[in-house]
C-alpha cells in the first residue's frame, strides 16, 4: 500500500464550529506532515510529526490542533477558524533516507 | 531562508520537450525534488536528485543540476496531454524534513 488517504475530500464549516481532518498512511512512515495550500500558492508546512512526537510548529495559530494518535494516523482539529483559513490541506509521508515525501489528496475546507 | 523560484507558465506542443526551470538559493540543499500537482489533486511525486550528482534520468524524466549556480531543471521528452499539470521544485532545508517549495510552473500542452 503506497497510499495516504485524506477524509474528507471536502469541508464547508461556520467560524463556530469544531471539526477534525484525518489522514492515514500504512507504508511504515515514521514522519508525517500537514501542508496548507492557497490556490495558485505552493504548499506551506503546518506541523511535523517525527515518530508519534510534535517536532515541528511553523508558527501556526491555535485553532488548530494536530494529534497523532499512532505512527499511522494523523489528524487536524479545526476550532473558531476564519474564512481566510480556507485552503486546500494537504497530508504526506516520509521515511526513506531520500526523505521523500509522500502527498493524500487533500482536504478542500471552506470557512463560512 | 530558502528562496526557491520558478517560472510562471509554459507552454508546448504535444510531442516536443517540455524543460522546467528552478533556481535555488540555500547551496547546502542536499535533495531536491520534483512533483506534479494536477487540478484540485495532492501532490505526486515524479522524482529526485541528490546533491553530489549532475543528472539523473527515469523513463520520460530527466533532472539536471547545476549546484555552482543552484540551478535546477526538469526536461519531460514525448509531451503529452496528460502531463499539463503545475510542476514544483522543492529542496529540503534547515532540518531533512523541511521542504521549501518553489513557486510552481504551470505546463499547459497543445495538441
Known amino acids: 500500500d503506497t497510499e495516504v488517504t485524506q477524509t474528507p475530500k471536502h469541508l464547508v464549516m461556520g467560524m463556530t464550529n469544531k471539526k477534525s481532518l484525518k489522514c492515514e498512511q500504512h507504508m511504515g512512515h515514521r514522519a508525517m506532515y500537514w501542508y496548507k495550500q492557497k490556490a495558485k500558492k505552493p504548499p506551506e508546512l503546518m506541523f511535523v510529526y517525527s515518530y508519534e512526537k510534535l517536532s515541528i510548529n511553523e508558527s501556526v495559530p491555535s485553532r488548530f490542533s494536530p494529534e497523532c494518535p499512532n505512527s499511522s494516523l494523523l489528524n487536524l482539529h479545526l476550532h473558531a477558524l476564519q474564512p481566510e483559513d480556507s485552503a486546500l490541506y494537504l497530508c504526506?509521508?516520509?521515511?526513506?533516507?531520500?526523505?521523500?515525501?509522500?502527498f493524500g489528496p487533500g482536504t478542500r475546507l471552506t470557512v463560512l | 531562508g530558502e528562496d526557491v523560484e520558478q517560472s510562471l507558465f509554459l507552454s508546448v506542443r504535444e510531442g516536443d520537450s517540455s524543460v522546467i526551470n528552478c533556481t535555488y538559493t540555500?547551496?547546502?540543499?542536499?535533495?531536491l525534488y520534483w512533483y506534479k500537482q494536477e487540478p484540485g489533486a495532492g501532490l505526486q511525486l515524479l522524482t529526485y536528485?541528490?546533491?553530489?550528482?549532475d543528472m539523473k534520468q527515469d523513463q520520460r524524466l530527466t533532472v539536471l543540476l547545476n549546484k555552482k549556480d543552484k540551478h535546477l531543471s526538469l526536461r519531460i521528452a514525448d509531451t503529452q496531454t496528460g502531463d499539463s499539470a503545475i510542476y514544483f521544485c522543492a529542496v529540503n532545508t534547515g532540518t531533512a524534513s523541511k521542504l521549501t517549495f518553489g513557486t510552481g510552473t504551470r505546463l499547459q500542452v497543445t495538441l
Open positions: 536528485i541528490f546533491s553530489n550528482m
Open positions: 540555500d547551496s547546502s540543499s542536499t535533495y
Open positions: 504526506a509521508s516520509s521515511q526513506g533516507t531520500h526523505n521523500e515525501q509522500f
